[in-house]
């Protein structure tokens, strides 16, 4: 199962607006896509779920999907955390 580490750069961390740009990119694939902050896990394609990890600027989250677009899906996603999640221009 295709796995990354990345690391929450944009000021705010995983907030409202990050944590919907992160679902609407997830929702783009197939594959499953879950996101993990220590033990805790999220479902990348629900909001709720994502904001419950509470993860502030600095937050080193371990990404995993499963499926048939799964590299691409973490591709995305690495691509969405390197842009700051758009934020900060």
């Given at each position: 199962?295709?796995?990354?580490?990345?690391?929450?750069?944009?000021?705010?961390?995983?907030?409202?607006?990050?944590?919907?740009?992160?679902?609407?990119?997830?929702?783009?694939?197939?594959?499953?896509?879950?996101?993990?902050?220590?033990q805790?896990?999220a479902?990348?394609?629900?909001?709720?779920?994502?904001?419950?990890?509470?993860?502030?600027?600095?937050?080193?989250?371990?990404?995993?999907?499963?499926?048939?677009?799964?590299?691409?899906?973490?591709?995305?996603?690495?691509?969405?955390?390197?842009?700051?999640?758009?934020?900060?221009?």
């Amino acid at each position: 199962m295709p796995e990354r580490t990345l690391t929450l750069t944009n000021q705010r961390g995983l907030h409202a607006r990050a944590a919907t740009k992160l679902v609407k990119c997830s929702q783009q694939f197939s594959a499953n896509i879950h996101v993990y902050k220590q033990q805790q896990m999220a479902d990348a394609a629900n909001i709720m779920s994502l904001l419950m990890l509470a993860a502030p600027c600095g937050t080193e989250l371990r990404v995993h999907a499963e499926g048939d677009d799964a590299e691409q899906a973490l591709e995305a996603i690495e691509a969405l955390f390197d842009a700051r999640f758009d934020e900060e221009h």
